[in-house]
């Protein structure tokens, strides 16, 4: 049993976390005063076009409300799910079984920093990105691997390549920062496996004092010699500090460019970007730029903007320091959402720029930048937790495409890569590696009845219109080079299809 509290105005009491997930969403549906299908997307209240109302006007109190609902309808497909219901339960059993022995190998020299982990079935995530899944689909392999911070911490991570012969010059490589409140690398598979997918080494970890990797830093950075000198708290401690994700996004990509890195002979080392979430994203916008290996940046809400190359007490490596003076070095895409963990009401239209100081930076510096803002989204559109934080649908499909996308036209050069970043409908790119969590189809499951997590429909994207799942509040945008035609193509609004001049956002 879990003690968790609802949202606002609804009943509290101490429930499981499946019944959390329904008593929220149901609490978000009965304000709007909709009813959302047995079966499928609801395309009708949370992608149809949702217009322009008047700020203010009971239209658009009633837009405002119905977004909200949209935003926790991922909960409503996890527990409508038995096959969702019973491959969270077993991937989430074997994991926290991994973790137990993982930890009892490690022994008291490696205390695991991940204090959720210690709940049985925390790291399940979603459930059909399970590794051994992903495995017997022959799409990549992974290894498993533990890397030492630079304060002696062990980090533990994964690291993924595609099947088959490498390009001329080997995969171009992503490195990917978890986010913080125990955002375990387990929650952002879905990006690196659709990365795989399109021909990318991976890697993802644990920053210090989250999931696997170790709580405390080595007894040098934390003992009797630092207390002397006045400091009471070990370096990285507490855990949820800018230290561990900035310094872990540079210590990951040490170890991700170099020999002790498995896969490395297939890695192109003049290819890597690197990606982030919540926190994590706030450290790639900073190492992404400070760092002259890394090529381009991907920030899951949100991009942010910088000032230096020490902001979070990182330390970047010498060899790889920039020494022209300038800030800003590479191209970034910022991926950002209405809410954050909870849908909560607009009473008025929020500034619509406020989410894009990062874009406005990269920009300014003359570097591509792009901006997207999806409608409806939570900041947990990109990290998948079950039952108890809400997200909407669609969202971690659309950030898979952008996402991919991004990096096939920074790192790979694809002028493919600008087409989907501009285009007005989402092609079938994202759909075709959609291996996910989506919808349960009861007559898909009975095709195998002898399966209890039979009956999983992944979710799909192609031909959904790309204005119509961006934020009304937020502001979606972009400046970009033409790799066609070397001519800058720009947008001041997507959602408005791109007209000379923004309009107001109601």
Partial sequence: MLALALPAGAAART??????????????????HVHAPVLGVDYADCIAPAGNPAPGSAAWQQRDTINQYCATLRLRDQYDSPAYGNASRLEGNNLFLAEMQEQAGDGPGHIHGGLTTLIPGSQAA?????LDRWQALRIGRDRRIALTASDGAQLRGHVFEPLGTPPPGG???VVITDGSVQGYEQLYYWAAEDLVAHGYEVMTYDVQGQGDSDLLPSSSNCGAAQLQAGNLLCQGVPYQQSYNFYQGAEDSLNWFDS??????ANLNTGEIGIAGHSLGAAAV??????DSRVKTIVAWDNLGKISGCHGGGETINPAYTYTDGAVIHVPALALTNDYAFNPQPMSSPPNAQSKAAGFSQVVAAGKDSMQVAFRNATHLTYSYVPYV???NELSERMASYYTVAWFDRYLKGQGSGFTRLTAKKFDRSADTDSIGAGLYDPHVALADPSDPTAGNVPYKIAGISVPDILSFYYMSQYALSNPRSGSKAACVDMRARCPAKAPATP
């Fill in 15 to 32: 429930i499981t976390a499946g019944a959390f997930a329904r008593a929220e969403v149901a609490h978000y549906a009965a304000r709007a």
């Fill in 171 to 173: 995969w171009p490589g």
């Fill in 259 to 264: 020999p002790a890195n498995p896969y490395y």
């Fill in 389 to 391: 934080l809400p997200a």
């Fill in 285 to 290: 916008s900073e190492v992404g730029q400070c």
């Fill in 126 to 130: 979603d459930a059909f990105r399970a």
